[in-house]
């Protein structure tokens, strides 16, 4: 079974650049998740989708942060321009919403580095 | 506001001694506690899951304990293994609209 994909794993970007991580959730699934980890903050919600629309953004930083759904299989979290302090693993999860146990599945995250 | 407090953040076992990591939350709309658990340099994967309706769940050397007056639960891992040797998170959220809210992580090593 394929999980959830991401692209790309490692991503080593300069300040000020524009990054993209992209996603690909598992097949059937009508929710999708973007998390953000750090040591220092542990996992955080950055948005959640639901049915492709934003259901909650209330976890992005700041406007510097954007991410889209545009069909059920595939979104994309946007940086521009990047800072160091973004550095992080982010994850993208999906669920369906409404089975029993609402299991979360989670990639294999993109490692954001900003130098 | 942190809604799920995690303790402790980390902790070392020797090998087969018993792990417990415990969880409080404050929202009681929650219906639902799943455990987490994470490799280096992959995704947080379900462990186990339990609903308020039950005060205990175990499978296999995992067990988690629900405790719904004093809005805790916890997860016991018996004979600790160093395959154990993980980050793991607690969660809670409500069914339907599912958007769970996790612990800070407790960093596991379980020494040979």
């Known amino acids: 079974d394929a999980g959830v994909i991401q692209s790309p794993r490692h991503e080593v970007t300069e300040m000020g650049q524009e990054v993209t991580l992209r996603c690909k959730p598992i097949s059937g699934h009508n929710s999708l998740f973007w998390y953000r980890q750090t040591m220092m903050r542990g996992l955080e919600l950055l948005i959640y989708?639901?049915?492709?629309?934003?259901?909650?953004d209330s976890g992005m930083p700041e406007d510097r942060f954007s991410a889209k759904m545009p069909n059920a299989s595939f979104s994309t979290l946007k940086i521009q321009p990047s800072e160091p302090r973004d550095s992080a693993v982010y994850f993208c999860?999906?669920?369906?919403?409404?089975?029993?146990?609402?299991?979360?599945?989670f990639g294999e995250g993109s490692w954001l580095t900003v130098v | 506001q942190q809604q799920v407090k995690q303790s402790p953040q980390s902790l070392i076992v020797q090998k087969g001694g018993i792990s417990i990591i415990n969880c409080a939350y404050e929202?009681?709309?929650?219906?639902?506690f799943p455990w987490y658990q994470q490799f280096p340099g992959k995704g947080p994967a379900l462990l186990i899951a339990?609903?308020?309706?039950?005060s205990e769940k175990k499978e296999g050397r995992f067990t988690i304990s629900f405790n719904k007056s004093a809005k805790q639960f916890s997860l016991h891992i018996m004979d600790s293994q160093p395959g154990d040797s993980a980050t793991y998170f607690c969660?809670?959220?409500?069914?339907?609209?599912?958007?769970?809210?996790f612990g800070r992580g407790t960093s596991l090593i379980v020494h040979p």
């Open positions: 339990i609903r308020p309706d039950v």
């Open positions: 929202n009681t709309a929650f219906d639902y």
């Open positions: 989708f639901n049915n492709n629309v934003p259901i909650d």
């Open positions: 999860a999906s669920s369906l919403v409404g089975s029993s146990g609402n299991t979360i599945y």
């Open positions: 969660a809670a959220g409500t069914g339907g609209s599912y958007i769970p809210t």
